[in-house]
Nanobody, 122 residues
Framework: QVRLQESGPGLVKPSQTLSLTCSVS??????????WTWIRQSPEKGLEWIGY???????YYNTSLKSRTSISRDTSEDQFSLHLTSVTPEDTAVYFC??????????????WGQGTQVIVSS
């Protein structure tokens, strides 16, 4: 069974870097054709797609966050990570990792982590 689990600090100070890791079990993150994705949710913005790293290690980011975002992976541990720099209180959200797969020209998401709350505050 596929499982995803987010981990990382729940509180980050403004201007610092938010770093989260998603641990995947039940499937290799190098298996075709999956897209390992970060999505966040806040009351103000709703669901916001952040980006993904695919089975070949290629990353793709939301244009509005691209300058501050990096997604990397550790294939030996089946983990992928999100790094968001220069955070502000607007980055406060519940962050989810999820598995995407191609469907009719887009992606659909079939497995999700439980989500982790991140608060940006001094």
């Amino acid at each position: 069974q596929v499982r995803l689990q987010e981990s990382g600090p729940g509180l980050v100070k403004p201007s610092q870097t938010l770093s989260l890791t998603c641990s995947v079990s039940g499937v290799s993150i190098t298996k075709s054709y999956y897209y390992w994705t970060w999505i966040r949710q806040s009351p103000e913005k709703g669901l916001e797609w952040i980006g993904y790293i695919d089975y070949n290690g290629r990353a793709y980011y939301n244009t509005s966050l691209k300058s501050r975002t990096s997604i990397s992976r550790d294939t030996s541990e089946d983990q992928f990570s999100l790094h968001l720099t220069s955070v502000t209180p607007e980055d406060t959200a519940v962050y989810f990792c999820t598995r995407g797969l191609s469907d009719l020209g887009g992606l659909r998401y079939d497995y999700w982590g439980q989500g982790t709350q991140v608060i940006v505050s001094s």
